[in-house]
């Protein structure tokens, strides 16, 4: 079985600030990692993932995570973020059978003027 | 952009009624999953459908069902409806089993009162 920590409910910000939204999880097989974002009334659309391979990984919109397998993390980081940055995030993990997705619960990134 | 779309946007009905919510796929995609979303925290899977044959199944009861069409077209069928059952329902196609590139729909809205 797998499972997902999403350390922060709430992530409060100014613009132009670095943001960085924690994310544990634990799995007893090897695991693929995703990141999602929700705006208000809206899906999930797919942030960035890591499947293999190099363990920093960029997406879209300038965000990037850095898998840490010791530490069995994938936490996700922005530079600089906009108002538009503000949503929902969801860091997700597959593995096993790798049909479903398990979802943390959520962190609130709000960025503020 | 998604393909995915989902009828009705919003539903409400009554404990102990029977609802069905509807999801398009996007083109070429055979695989199509099914997530709840309960207020505040992070979707869970409900069921996967592959080829018109459920493919794997959440810790949900046998009152939610589903169905998928040879167009790959689906459905989700919950009949018994409880309170807790209110929530986002999200559909999300694929185009195969795994994963790693799913594509969501906005999602049917379902209050229960």
């Known amino acids: 079985a797998q499972s997902v920590t999403q350390l922060d409910s709430q992530v409060p910000v100014f613009e132009e600030a670095p943001v960085e939204l924690r994310c544990n999880y634990s799995s007893s097989v090897s695991v693929y990692l995703f990141w999602y974002v929700q705006y208000p009334n809206q899906g999930l659309q797919l942030l960035l993932k890591y499947l293999s391979g190099s363990t920093l990984v960029k997406g879209i919109n300038g965000f990037e995570a850095e898998f840490n397998k010791s530490q069995t993390s994938f936490h996700l980081r922005k530079p600089s973020v906009h108002i538009s940055d503000t949503a929902e995030y969801f860091c997700?993990?597959?593995?096993?059978?790798?049909?479903?997705?398990?979802f943390g619960k959520g962190t609130l990134l709000t960025v503020n003027p | 952009e998604t393909g995915v779309t989902q009828s009705p946007t919003h539903l409400i009905k009554t404990r102990g009624q029977q609802v069905t919510l509807r999801c398009s796929s996007q083109s070429g995609h055979n695989t199509v999953s099914w997530y709840q979303q309960a207020l505040g925290q992070g979707p869970q899977f409900i069921f996967q459908y592959y080829r018109e044959e459920e493919n794997g199944r959440g810790n949900f009861p046998p009152r939610f069902s589903g169905l998928q069409f040879p167009n790959y077209s689906s459905e989700l069928n919950v009949n018994a409806l409880e309170l807790d059952d209110s929530a986002l329902y999200l559909c999300a196609s694929s185009l195969d089993i795994g994963g790693e590139k799913l594509f969501f729909g906005s999602g049917t809205q379902l209050s229960v009162l």
């Open positions: 997700a993990v597959s593995g096993g059978s790798n049909y479903k997705l398990t």
